[in-house]
């Protein structure tokens, strides 16, 4: 995550919750750190898209 590498992970939920963790287990404020990193997530992976089969 410190390198910025996101492609290391599945979904920006799953970047978020570890980030929201280590905030946790490290004693320091969730929030940002999890608004941080969903926003950094979303510029270096844009959407993609998402295929609805009916």
């Given at each position: 995550m410190e390198r910025g590498a996101y492609q290391d992970f599945h979904g920006r939920i799953y970047a978020v919750g570890f980030a929201r963790?280590?905030?946790r287990f490290v004693?320091?404020?969730e929030q940002p750190i999890a608004s941080a990193v969903s926003d950094a997530?979303?510029?270096a992976r844009p959407a993609q898209q998402v295929h609805h089969w009916a």
């Amino acid at each position: 995550m410190e390198r910025g590498a996101y492609q290391d992970f599945h979904g920006r939920i799953y970047a978020v919750g570890f980030a929201r963790s280590y905030a946790r287990f490290v004693g320091i404020a969730e929030q940002p750190i999890a608004s941080a990193v969903s926003d950094a997530y979303a510029q270096a992976r844009p959407a993609q898209q998402v295929h609805h089969w009916a």
